[in-house]
């Protein structure tokens, strides 16, 4: 009923920049935040940065400054600006729908989508 794909990983050079979309789609309603989440070689997965329907924003202390975090409502997609990236930075990143109300469904859902690779190395 409700997809999430990410798109936009790659390998890049310490310093460098790169840029996630997220797109939500299906027979979605409302969804109150969506954000980004990596989990790097043998790390658990961490939080990057959230956004809220509100335009609220939270980001990982080791991103603020570094990171952006942007949301179009009416499309459903989150776009994740990384800027002077490290090798710390390299992880799979997972774009989170949260509290997700479903068309014709009672409650409200999470979905993730299947991550995207950054690598960071010169």
């Known amino acids: 009923q409700v997809q999430v794909v990410e798109s936009g990983g790659g390998l890049v050079q310490p310093g460098g920049s790169l840029r996630l979309s997220c797109a939500a789609s299906?027979?979605?309603?409302?969804?109150?935040?969506m954000g980004w989440y990596r989990q790097g070689p043998g790390k658990q997965r961490e939080l990057v940065a959230t956004i809220t329907s509100g335009g609220n924003t939270n980001y990982a202390d080791s991103v603020k400054g570094r990171f952006t975090i942007s949301r179009d409502n009416a499309k459903n997609t989150v776009i994740l600006q990384m800027n002077s990236l490290k090798p710390g930075d390299t992880a799979v990143y997972y774009c989170k729908a949260d509290r997700v109300r479903v068309i014709q469904r009672q409650g409200e859902y999470i979905y993730w989508g299947q991550g995207t690779q950054v690598a960071v190395s010169s």
């Open positions: 299906g027979s979605i309603f409302s969804i109150y935040a």
